[in-house]
């Protein structure tokens, strides 16, 4: 395996472990407990990594349809069947097991547009059409939950995946250009009243300091407030006090910043540069189209939400509730996020290092 890559998101995992114990400190003492469901996740995590690069990324791709349908299968599930949680329907529960469905569909979308994609390419209307249509099922499926977070990261994932096919830039345009044309129909007849808040505030969190804009506010604080070395591990009063919402998950970054201060988020940053940078490296180096399609999108899918959970930590993107990949507390995050590096390990083991162009 590329020995780099796989230290460098182990190095972010623990990381991640450490940083759910402080932010749970806070809540009536459940760090220890989260900590330590936190290590079960990233053990399982790393199996099923190992697990995908043995199997292979090959015979995934041959079964990528029936997994695309199973995955379908199983957000129609949640939407009908899922308890409504803080205005969401985006967990299912078989016995005491719950799971979101629409993390292992980011999967499953990678690996079903690679092979449509190789075997389609989108050179003309008809089969660009044809892509649009085949993203936009999970896309309006998870919108129905509602889970606007999701929608985005499958709409980002495609357009990096189209991109990586060679898709006709004018066709890539328009699809740009009527997208950004849909945004008003989208916050005034789609999106639901704290989502649309959620817009209002990312353009002024005053507006409603003590709701929606709470979060936002908070978490700026918090970042702030660790300065150039941070507060120190345990230290971050943000998160002690219980004022940061939910510092384990949604705003973890805001307790690195906070405890870490801004040193500790350059090599958080940097930690996360080289994931990247290995991960495109797999890709370009690898001679199969269906290859550098499918890092495409897990590539674009990683840069997404790390840009995205660190940008609405620090008010400059909107609260989308995405977790940041590796450290956000959380099994199915964490176990969709290390499947997608099995898919790389597999890039990796059969296309790449055997043919020594790494």
């Known amino acids: 395996?590329?020995?780099?890559?796989?230290?460098?998101?182990?190095?972010?995992?623990?990381?991640?472990?450490?940083?759910?114990?402080?932010?749970?400190?806070?809540?009536?003492?459940?760090?220890?407990?989260l900590a330590f469901k936190q290590i079960g996740w990233v053990a399982v995590s790393f199996a099923a990594m190992i697990c995908v690069?043995?199997?292979?990324?090959?015979?995934?791709?041959?079964?990528?349809?029936?997994?695309?349908?199973?995955?379908?299968?199983?957000?129609?599930?949640?939407?009908?069947?899922?308890?409504?949680v803080k205005g969401a329907q985006s967990w299912l529960g078989f016995g005491g097991l719950r799971f979101q469905p629409s993390e292992f569909a980011k999967i499953s979308l990678i690996l079903t547009m690679s092979k449509f994609l190789t075997r389609n390419p989108p050179l003309d209307l008809k089969t660009f059409l044809a892509s649009l249509g085949l993203i936009m099922i999970p896309v309006l499926l998870v919108l129905i939950q509602p889970d606007a977070g999701s929608a985005l990261v499958y709409?980002?994932?495609?357009?990096?995946?189209?991109?990586?096919?060679?898709?006709?830039?004018?066709?890539?345009?328009?699809?740009?250009?009527?997208?950004?044309?849909?945004?008003?129909?989208?916050?005034?007849?789609?999106?639901?009243?704290?989502?649309?808040?959620?817009?209002?505030?990312?353009?002024d969190p005053m507006?409603?300091?003590?709701?929606?804009?709470?979060?936002?506010?908070?978490?700026?604080?918090?970042?702030?407030?660790g300065g150039f070395a941070g507060k120190g591990f345990m230290m971050g009063t943000q998160s002690k006090l219980r004022f940061l919402p939910e510092p384990h998950t949604d705003f973890i970054f805001s307790v690195i910043s906070e405890e870490f201060g801004f040193i500790g988020n350059m090599i958080l940053i940097a930690l996360f540069l080289?994931?990247?940078?290995?991960?495109?490296?797999?890709?370009?180096?690898?001679?199969?189209?269906?290859?550098?399609?499918l890092i495409a999108g897990v590539a674009t899918w990683l840069w997404f939400q790390i840009f995205e959970s660190i940008g609405m930590s620090i008010g400059m993107t909107p609260v989308t509730g995405l977790p940041l990949p590796f450290l956000s507390y959380g099994g199915s995050s964490l176990l969709s996020s290390f499947v997608a590096l099995g898919l790389v390990a597999s890039v990796y083991v059969e296309e790449v290092r055997e043919h020594h162009v790494y």
């Open 1 to 33: 395996m590329d020995k780099i890559l796989l230290s460098s998101v182990l190095f972010l995992s623990l990381w991640g472990v450490i940083c759910v114990y402080s932010a749970g400190a806070g809540f009536l003492g459940r760090g220890f407990n």
């Open 53 to 84: 690069m043995l199997i292979g990324h090959r015979k995934l791709l041959e079964g990528a349809y029936p997994l695309f349908i199973l995955t379908i299968l199983l957000l129609i599930l949640t939407d009908l069947l899922a308890p409504r």
């Open 155 to 203: 709409l980002v994932i495609s357009f990096g995946m189209l991109i990586a096919s060679g898709t006709p830039l004018k066709y890539l345009l328009s699809i740009a250009a009527l997208g950004a044309s849909a945004i008003p129909f989208l916050v005034f007849f789609v999106l639901k009243d704290y989502q649309r808040m959620r817009i209002l505030v990312f353009l």
């Open 207 to 225: 507006r409603d300091p003590l709701g929606a804009g709470y979060n936002v506010i908070q978490s700026r604080i918090a970042v702030g407030s």
């Open 274 to 293: 080289i994931v990247l940078f290995r991960i495109i490296a797999t890709g370009m180096n690898s001679k199969d189209s269906r290859c550098k399609i």
